[in-house]
């Protein structure tokens, strides 16, 4: 959801030539032709903006030229011109305004939009766009109003508290830009219409209830009648709902406290 402010704020210019990229529509189809994500196709035509998550112009003052509304996320970019005359997009923290200065560097001042290594950043500071590995570029904390607070740092791990209530340890040798992601009203969006769901590329959704025997386990029987057995199943026979689908990821040890579900 864009505010009327927002909407005077973000640049009406087209988006940067170098920096965009057109995505070939899929429908939700692998590279054998076979569906592999149901309830996928459609949509308005979208054009990537590439977006520099590993920000590696270090020690580089750069300059906010315009924010711009980026359609294939809810935050909003900005367009930065380093000194060297080069130009990025990075994703836009909130309160960043056209014409502020930011820099990527290990002493940089804790101020918003600025990029340090998480062994300088106190704690208290809320950062986004975090390294998982050092040095491969930021993974954590990148959607529309998130962002993780700095707890704590011990033997070389910083421990954050991530938008999930988890609480984990990641390495201080990473980098992390200090904010919040901007557009933080998106959790208050309401979807008014079906036809704004398939502008997005999502296709209806159809209850497995409503399906053939052969289609679904909930499927068959006269009339609304129950899925007949103990447990909802996947169209796939696997237990849904209340079942834990999370693998055992490496990251998993450095996990302090996990989320409450």
Same mark, same amino acid.
């Given at each position: 959801?864009?505010?009327?402010?927002?909407?005077?704020?973000?640049?009406?210019?087209?988006?940067?030539?170098?920096?965009?990229?057109?995505?070939?529509?899929?429908?939700?189809?692998?590279?054998?032709?076979?569906?592999?994500?149901?309830?996928?196709?459609?949509?308005?035509?979208?054009?990537?903006?590439?977006?520099?998550?590993?920000?590696?112009? @270090?020690?580089?003052?750069?300059? %906010?030229?315009?924010? =711009?509304?980026? /359609? $294939? !996320?809810?935050?909003? *970019? #900005?367009?930065?011109?380093?000194?060297?005359?080069?130009?990025?997009?990075?994703?836009?923290?909130?309160?960043?305004?056209?014409?502020?200065?930011?820099?990527?560097?290990?002493?940089?001042?804790?101020?918003?939009?600025?990029?340090?290594?998480?062994?300088? @950043?106190?704690?208290?500071?809320? %950062?986004?766009?975090? =390294?998982?590995? /050092? $040095? !491969?570029?930021?993974? *954590? #904390?990148?959607?529309?109003?998130?962002?993780?607070?700095?707890?704590?740092?011990?033997?070389?791990?910083?421990?954050?508290?991530?938008?999930?209530?988890?609480?984990?340890?990641?390495?201080?040798?990473?980098?992390?830009?200090?904010?919040?992601?901007?557009?933080?009203?998106?959790?208050?969006?309401?979807?008014?219409?079906?036809?704004?769901?398939?502008?997005?590329?999502?296709?209806?959704?159809?209850?497995?209830?409503?399906?053939?025997?052969?289609?679904?386990?909930?499927?068959?029987?006269?009339?609304?009648?129950?899925?007949?057995?103990?447990?909802?199943?996947?169209?796939?026979?696997?237990?849904?709902?209340?079942?834990?689908?999370?693998?055992?990821?490496?990251?998993?040890?450095?996990?302090?406290?996990?989320?409450?579900?």
């Amino acid at each position: 959801m864009v505010t009327k402010t927002e909407k005077k704020i973000l640049s009406k210019e087209e988006p940067e030539k170098r920096l965009i990229l057109r995505i070939k529509k899929t429908g939700g189809r692998g590279r054998n032709g076979r569906v592999t994500i149901r309830f996928r196709g459609g949509g308005s035509r979208k054009i990537y903006r590439i977006v520099d998550f590993g920000q590696e112009k @270090i020690n580089m003052p750069g300059k %906010v030229l315009r924010l =711009e509304y980026d /359609p $294939n !996320r809810f935050s909003f *970019l #900005a367009l930065v011109e380093y000194q060297d005359r080069d130009r990025r997009y990075i994703l836009a923290p909130d309160g960043l305004n056209i014409g502020d200065e930011i820099i990527i560097s290990e002493n940089a001042p804790v101020k918003i939009g600025n990029r340090l290594k998480l062994k300088n @950043i106190p704690e208290g500071t809320m %950062v986004y766009n975090i =390294e998982l590995e /050092p $040095n !491969r570029g930021g993974k *954590l #904390a990148r959607s529309a109003g998130n962002s993780a607070l700095v707890l704590a740092h011990e033997a070389g791990y910083c421990h954050l508290k991530m938008p999930s209530g988890e609480i984990r340890k990641v390495r201080e040798e990473g980098w992390a830009s200090v904010g919040v992601v901007s557009n933080p009203e998106h959790k208050f969006e309401i979807i008014k219409k079906a036809g704004s769901v398939r502008l997005k590329g999502r296709r209806p959704h159809v209850r497995g209830a409503a399906m053939n025997p052969c289609d679904h386990p909930h499927g068959g029987g006269e009339g609304r009648t129950p899925i007949g057995l103990k447990y909802p199943k996947t169209p796939w026979g696997k237990p849904a709902r209340g079942v834990k689908t999370r693998k055992k990821k490496w990251t998993d040890k450095n996990i302090i406290k996990r989320r409450k579900i």
